[in-house]
Nanobody
Framework: QVQLVESGGGLVQAGGSLRLSCAAS??????MGWFRQAPGKEREFVAA??????????ADSVKGRFTISRDNAENTVYLHLQLNSLKPEDTAVYYC?????????????????WGQGTQVTVSS
């Protein structure tokens, strides 16, 4: 059974930092990613990482500010997203997800499993 449990969201002032984490068990040999959804907007891609962690890809809006990483343990993968230089427009619910394959993809339809989401709020 696949499970994803996210943590690390919260309220931060603009310019601040947060670190999101996601513990994923049951399907660990896949690429993973982070998406976000702001109120009234569609879910959008944030970052993705290959199974080995050797390749990463970022949305232009977060490139240079966010860093995705993963720790592959025997039965659990710990996925992280370091958020620096946060802006009010980064406010959203952030979701971790497991892709269908091992390669990076930025398309939500190619992710099969999703976490419950964690709220990030950036005040101005």
């Amino acid at each position: 059974q696949v499970q994803l449990v996210e943590s690390g969201g919260g309220l931060v002032q603009a310019g601040g930092s947060l670190r999101l984490s996601c513990a994923a068990s049951g399907r660990t040999f896949n690429a993973m990613g982070w998406f976000r959804q702001a109120p009234g907007k569609e879910r959008e891609f944030v970052a993705a990482i290959s199974w080995t962690g050797g390749s990463t890809y970022y949305a232009d809006s977060v490139k240079g500010r966010f860093t995705i990483s993963r720790d592959n343990a025997e039965n659990t993968v710990y996925l992280h997203l370091q958020l620096n230089s946060l802006k009010p427009e980064d406010t959203a619910v952030y979701y971790c997800a497991i892709a269908r394959g091992v390669a990076i993809t930025l398309w939500a339809k190619e992710y099969d499993y999703w976490g419950q989401g964690t709220q990030v709020t950036v005040s101005s």
